[in-house]
């Protein structure tokens, strides 16, 4: 397979995520649209490195996906607070929280 192939599959994924973050106010759904920008992002490091023939890429891949983890629990425990004061996850009613 080509270089181009992963580029392009990897702006697919990343114009999905970013269109996730910008169009949607749920909260959960923001998140796996950050995730889809991450996943896009490791493609690249990967696809990147494989075509130079060095493991760097990977090796950074891996550390994305550690962020990624650690991204997913504080998001996942902000979400949870929102739930639990307002009884709903719309990222609207955020702002409604300031004072």
Request: charge should be negative; include cysteine.
């Amino acid at each position: 397979m080509y270089l181009n192939e992963f580029l392009l599959l990897s702006a697919v994924l990343f114009s999905c995520g970013v269109y996730g973050v910008l169009a949607r106010r749920n909260g959960v759904l923001v998140l796996m649209s950050i995730e889809l920008i991450l996943n896009a992002v490791n493609i690249n490091l990967v696809a990147f490195g494989a075509f130079h023939g060095q493991v760097d890429g990977q090796v950074f891949a891996l550390f994305t996906v550690a962020i990624a983890a650690a991204e997913v629990g504080v998001g996942l425990a902000i979400v949870l607070l929102i739930y639990r004061n307002t009884r709903s996850i719309d990222l609207d009613q955020v702002a409604q929280m300031k004072g």
